[in-house]
């Protein structure tokens, strides 16, 4: 038996000396942008976190680190290829051909916020045409309004786009007048509003200052890869592969379904309207 164990051992020791270490991976996360990705302190935390580490722990080939950094500069560092990849982006190929996309991860629901105050005087017309004059606020670094006729209206003056730096700037705005209407994720305005509400931001314990306006799209969140400076990355092909065939497992198995319902925080506000 001594004989057979030495032996056993003689032929796992070249093995485990061939065997390569895993490779080292920094992935970019937006770090302003809860539930779905934001920072504590300088770890990275939210939805497409918990996510993306359930599929990277079935990638042992790769050790991958997550690091939060602001989302314009995440998205200008995978533009000069000095970074491997950032998530969350939305699929825009046109405005952003230096970048990959993995496959969908999780579709988020753009939405309109308004002061409740202002919602009643609204014409009797449909997205966007009742919002002429309005001051509408979006996060920096974010192009989501994809819908033509807001493009024309903007291009026209008809509209006023704000950009201002995240969920809790822009809401802040909202409440106290200095924006009309806010879009951007359901899921990520209503945490934000529930965290400020517990802050005390708001007066008195209601939300009824604010009304949840019509559903705009729905946007699918992806890991985004640099086109650029390729040599740096030599594992990326085999690493979009892997990736993409794991997160069609997840879904398939039920598991993003069952990770978002963790982030679901809130009832829904008072609705203006259904739809767009």
């Known amino acids: 038996m001594r004989i057979f164990l030495v032996g056993l051992l003689a032929c796992a020791l070249p ?26 302190g300088d770890q990275a935390r939210g939805l497409y976190h918990d996510i993306l ?42 405005e952003r051909p230096w970048m990959d996309y993995s496959r969908p991860i999780l579709q988020e629901k753009l939405v309109v916020f308004m002061r409740a105050e202002l919602a009643r005087t609204l014409p009797d017309e449909r997205f966007p045409h009742a919002y002429g004059g309005l001051r509408i606020g979006q996060n920096r670094g974010f192009i989501n309004i ?3 006729n807001y493009q024309l209206m903007l291009a026209r003056g008809e509209l006023h786009q704000l950009y201002v730096k995240d969920n809790r700037t822009s809401l802040a705005m909202l409440y106290r ?11 990520s305005v209503l945490w934000e509003l529930e965290r400020m509400q517990r802050d005390g931001v708001f007066r008195g314990s209601s939300l009824d200052w604010v009304v949840e306006g019509p559903w705009l799209s729905g946007e699918e969140g992806h890991l985004g890869y640099t086109r650029v400076n390729a ?27 069952r990770l978002a319902k963790r982030y679901d925080l809130m009832n829904p506000l ?7």
Not at 177 to 185: E, M, T, V
Not at 240 to 246: T, V
Not at 270 to 276: F, L, N
């Open 177 to 187: 007048g200095r924006l009309d209407a806010y879009i951007n994720d359901r899921r």
């Open 146 to 148: 994809v819908d033509q």
């Open 270 to 276: 008072v609705s203006q309207t259904e739809g767009i």
């Open 231 to 257: 040599a740096a990355y030599p594992y990326k092909k085999d690493f979009m592969k892997r990736l993409d065939a794991i997160l069609a497992d997840l879904e398939r198995e039920g598991s993003i379904v």
């Open 15 to 40: 093995v485990m000396s061939w065997a390569s270490p895993p490779i080292e991976v920094t992935i970019l996360c937006d770090a302003g942008y809860p539930p779905y990705s934001y920072a504590e």
């Open 53 to 94: 580490r359930a599929a990277f722990a079935r990638m042992p080939e790769y050790r991958v680190h997550i690091r939060p950094v602001p989302w314009a500069r995440g998205l200008a560092e995978l533009a000069k290829g000095r970074a491997f990849a950032l998530y969350p982006p939305y699929f825009r190929p046109g």
